[in-house]
């Protein structure tokens, strides 16, 4: 691979999951690897962390990026959606969980552009859960 890029050197085949793994592995800290499903633990401002996914398969054509802000029981999504208006990225809900997130084309995947959402996303998350009052929990 390039540096800067996660474009594959074949032809015109663009990035695989497994680059993505290996471009993650390569700058950051990966905190767990459910072998689809890449847990980063980000330092924030202030002495606070967020947790960060990176999912994926072999066989996809785009990769999740996202970040926990907190439970839907604990969380009023009114008060989280009028929060929302000064984001920049999507609110998503799975499994019981708000998150921010944002799903990409491997096909448009650069390491400039991964880096940007993961740093966006954690940023986000990490700020919505100070403005609810969470803690520093995800």
Do not use: C
């Not at 990176?54 to 785009?62: I, M, R, W």
């Not at 989280?80 to 999507?90: K, P, T």
């Not at 997130?101 to 491997?106: F, S, T």
């Amino acid at each position: 691979m390039h540096p800067g890029s996660l474009r594959s050197r074949i032809g015109d085949s663009v990035a695989t999951w497994q680059d993505v793994k290996t471009y993650i592995y390569r700058n950051y800290v990966v905190h767990e690897d459910r072998g689809h499903l890449l847990v980063l633990l980000l330092d924030m401002d202030g002495g606070r962390s967020q947790f960060v996914f990176v999912s994926g398969a072999p066989d996809s054509d785009l990769i999740s990026i996202s970040s926990p802000i907190g439970s839907v029981e604990v969380i009023d999504g009114n008060v989280l959606l009028s929060l929302s208006s000064n984001r920049v990225m999507g609110i998503r809900q799975t499994a019981g969980i708000y998150s921010v997130g944002a799903p990409v084309l491997l096909a448009d995947l650069s390491a400039t552009l991964m880096d940007t959402l993961i740093a966006l996303i954690a940023e986000d998350a990490d700020s919505y859960e100070r403005d609810l009052g969470l803690g520093d929990r995800y």
